[in-house]
C-alpha cells in the first residue's frame, strides 16, 4: 500500500513515520509539509522518492499512485487536507481531534460519508491491547458506581528534547499567520463567542483549545466503553485554565468525573477507572511519547477477602497497533473503531463542555443542569 504522510513535524517523525516504514504491507512514497527543507531532509533520510508543500501539490503530481494518506498536520488544517483526499477515494487516516471547529468535523463526516475510501481518526489508545483487555474486565461488572478520568500531562516539550533528535524546518511567516488565525478563529467559534466579544482577550478559546487536544484521548475512549453522554450536570474550569472537571452522566445513567489538567511536573498521568460494589478496574496509561512502555490494567476486587491483580497484556506500541489496524480496515479485513462520525461527536462534546461551563447554548441535544 502506497501511502502519503502530510504533516512532517514531531508527532509524525516521532511515531507514524518510523512506524509505518517498519511495516512490510506500507511504501512510504510522500512526504508533504509547508516547511519544505523539513520534507526534503526527511525523505532523503527514510528514502522516501517524493516530497510536496501541499495536499494539492501531491495530488496533482502522485495522486493516482497513491493507496493511502496520514494526515498529521495541525487540527485546523485537517479538514483542508482530508476533503481533497476522500473525493480522490482514497484512505486516510487522520491525527486526532478530527478538528478545532465542530462545522470542519461536520465538512469531513460529509466527505467519509460520500467517499468509497477507508476513513479513520487516530486514536492509538482505542488499538492498545490493555484497552481491549480493560474493557473484559469492564463487561463483567454488574453495577457500576462511578467512572472516574484522570488526565493530568506534563511539560512534554521538555520530555521529547530528551529523548527525540528532531527536523526543524523553515515554514513561511504568511502560512503560520493564516494558520494561527484559523486555528483562532475555530476555537472561538466552537465555543460560541463572539470575536468582537474578546476585547483581544482569548482566554478561553484558548483553554478550550488546549484541553480538546488533551482530553479527546479520554473523551473517545469514554465513548468506545461506555456510549454517548446524556447529560453534563457540572463544568468547571479553573486554576489559569490549565484544569477543568466536568460530571457527565452516559448511557445507561453511568456517572462519570472528567478530570483535565496541565503541569510543570516530570511526570505524566492519565488513568480511566471504573468502580463498582465489589470490585474496581483501572486503565493505567503510559507516557505517549516513550516507547514500548505499556499500558496496564489492575483489578482490585473483595469483600471479605481482597485480590488485587495486574494485568501488562502487551509491550506493543499504540501508535503501530493504530496503523496495523488502519492498513487491515483498508484491506477490508477490520472494521474501523475509530470513527469520523465518533470524532466529530468528541469535537461537539468537548465544545459543549466549555459553552456550558460559559453559560452558552450548547451544540448537542444532550440535557444539562448547569
Known amino acids: ?65 497513491l493507496d493511502a494518506a496520514i494526515v498529521l498536520t495541525p487540527p485546523q488544517a485537517h479538514a483542508d487536507a482530508v476533503i481533497p483526499i476522500l473525493e480522490r477515494d482514497i484512505d ?17 463526516v460529509e466527505a467519509a460519508d460520500a467517499s468509497d475510501s477507508t476513513a479513520m481518526v487516530a486514536y492509538m489508545k482505542r488499538y492498545d491491547p490493555a484497552y481491549e483487555r480493560a474493557r473484559e474486565e469492564i463487561e463483567k461488572i454488574e453495577e457500576i458506581d462511578l467512572i472516574t478520568a484522570y488526565d493530568v500531562d506534563p511539560d512534554h516539550g521538555r520530555i521529547l528534547d530528551e529523548v527525540y533528535d528532531t527536523v526543524g524546518g523553515s515554514v513561511p511567516d504568511s502560512f503560520i499567520e493564516a494558520s494561527s488565525r484559523k486555528r483562532r478563529d475555530d476555537a472561538l467559534s466552537a465555543i460560541g463567542v463572539d470575536d468582537s466579544e474578546t476585547d483581544g482577550d482569548d482566554g478561553l478559546a484558548d483553554d478550550y483549545d488546549w484541553h480538546l487536544e488533551h482530553i479527546c484521548h479520554d473523551v473517545n475512549a469514554l465513548r468506545g466503553l461506555f456510549g454517548d453522554v446524556e447529560r453534563i450536570d457540572h463544568v468547571d474550569v479553573f486554576a489559569d485554565g490549565r484544569y477543568a472537571t466536568a460530571h457527565l452522566v452516559y448511557e445507561g445513567g453511568n456517572r462519570c468525573v472528567l478530570d483535565s489538567g496541565l503541569s510543570n511536573r516530570k511526570w505524566f498521568e ?14 493505567e ?23 488485587e491483580t495486574t494485568h501488562t497484556p502487551s509491550y506493543d506500541e499504540s501508535f503501530k497497533c493504530e496503523i496495523r489496524h488502519f492498513t ?43
Not at 511495516?23 to 516530497?51: I, M
Not at 492519565?270 to 486503565?283: F, G, Q, S, Y
Open 328 to 370: 487491515r480496515a483498508a484491506a477490508g479485513e477490520a472494521a474501523v473503531e475509530t470513527t469520523f462520525a465518533e470524532a466529530r461527536d468528541d469535537v461537539y462534546l468537548i465544545a459543549d463542555l466549555f459553552r456550558v461551563y460559559d453559560g452558552v447554548e450548547p451544540l448537542g441535544t444532550y440535557h444539562t443542569t448547569e
Open 92 to 108: 486516510v487516516l487522520v491525527e486526532k481531534p478530527l478538528a478545532i471547529s465542530p462545522e470542519d468535523a461536520d465538512r469531513m
Open 270 to 283: 492519565e488513568w480511566l477507572r471504573v468502580d463498582a460494589p465489589d470490585r474496581a478496574v483501572t486503565i
Open 1 to 65: 500500500m502506497r501511502i502519503a504522510i502530510i504533516g512532517c513535524g514531531t508527532i509524525a517523525q516521532v511515531m507514524h513515520l518510523p512506524y509505518a516504514a517498519e511495516l512490510p504491507e506500507l511504501e512510504v512514497y510522500a512526504l508533504v509539509d509547508p516547511a519544505v527543507d523539513r520534507a526534503e531532509t526527511l525523505a532523503e533520510r527514510n528514502g522516501v522518492p517524493h516530497h510536496f508543500e501541499s495536499t494539492e501539490e501531491l495530488l496533482a503530481q502522485v495522486g493516482g499512485e
Open 285 to 307: 496509561y503510559s507516557n505517549p511519547f516513550i516507547k514500548n512502555t505499556p499500558t496496564e490494567v489492575s483489578v482490585k476486587q473483595g469483600i471479605e477477602t481482597l485480590s
